[in-house]
């Protein structure tokens, strides 16, 4: 199991001393929005390799692979491969996506609908370049858009169409939206580790809101390839300290 932390362009450089400082930290997640971006990435290319850190991308929000119009929804696809060229400077280890949204009332009437558009994404995709996808579980609030990807069945229905698919378990997001994941455990590569008051997506440091410590060995006892400590720079070090002496034998 890799330890990673997680990081935007703006604030890269920050993240890679946290890395310097803290040896147990040996990944990066790598938030990315434009194809631009891969440009200040690349500028610390060679302080990636000296740390020896394995990195990970973290596809935009905004994206949709739930979108029902193709020509938009392969706009996406084309937008992951421009990227992953981009970035062949990089070993990159996985791409990490949400699932996308879709408006209230539509899915609400015919879930099933949006979930295949999902799959036609990645059938899409995986017709153009095989690359290593998860997908993460999010959470809905209510409003005139709702997420996709708030409940274990909608992962179980792609992963039965796309089994080289894995998944990434988002401990914040399941405090707010709370699903069976267990069910798909077998599927979890990454954990994105946060905590926060059930209601607010905070990325707070552990144990700093609603997350137990029976919740932390459980997590733990998954045994992901890469456990990403999602949350403010400044709770990083605490956390880690945390799960060195109770944790991590």
């Not at 992953?84 to 209230?104: I, R």
């Not at 209510?142 to 069945?153: A, I, L, Q």
Request: aromatic share 10%; with cysteine; glycine share 4%.
């Amino acid at each position: 199991m890799r330890i990673g932390i997680s990081a935007l362009t703006f604030n890269l450089k920050e993240a890679l001393k946290i890395c310097e400082n803290n040896k147990e930290i040996n990944h990066i997640e790598i938030g990315i929005d434009n194809i631009n971006d891969c440009e200040e990435v690349k500028k610390y290319e060679k302080e990636i390799k000296k740390l020896n850190l394995t990195i990970g991308i973290h596809l935009p929000m905004e994206l949709n692979s739930c979108e029902n119009i193709e020509f938009i929804r392969n706009k996406w696809t084309q937008y992951i491969i421009a990227l992953d060229e981009k970035l062949s400077f990089l070993q990159t280890s996985y791409y990490n996506m949400h699932l996308g949204y879709v408006m209230a009332n539509r899915l609400t009437k015919n879930k099933l609908k949006y979930l295949d558009n999902t799959i036609k994404f990645f059938d899409k995709l995986y017709d153009e370049k095989k690359l290593p996808i998860t997908i993460e579980n999010t959470y809905t609030k209510g409003g005139d858009f709702f997420n996709m990807g708030t409940e274990v069945e909608d992962f179980i229905y792609i992963f039965k169409k796309h089994r080289n698919l894995n998944f990434c378990y988002d401990t914040g997001h399941n405090l707010i939206c709370k699903s069976n994941y267990d069910l798909i455990k077998n599927k979890i590569k990454i954990v994105h580790l946060s905590d926060n008051n059930k209601r607010e997506d905070e990325h707070l440091g552990i144990l700093k809101g609603k997350l137990t410590t029976e919740d932390l060995k459980y997590i733990l006892n998954i045994n992901p390839d890469f456990l990403v400590l999602e949350m403010k720079f400044n709770d990083i070090n605490e956390s880690l300290q945390i799960l060195k002496q109770n944790y991590l034998k």
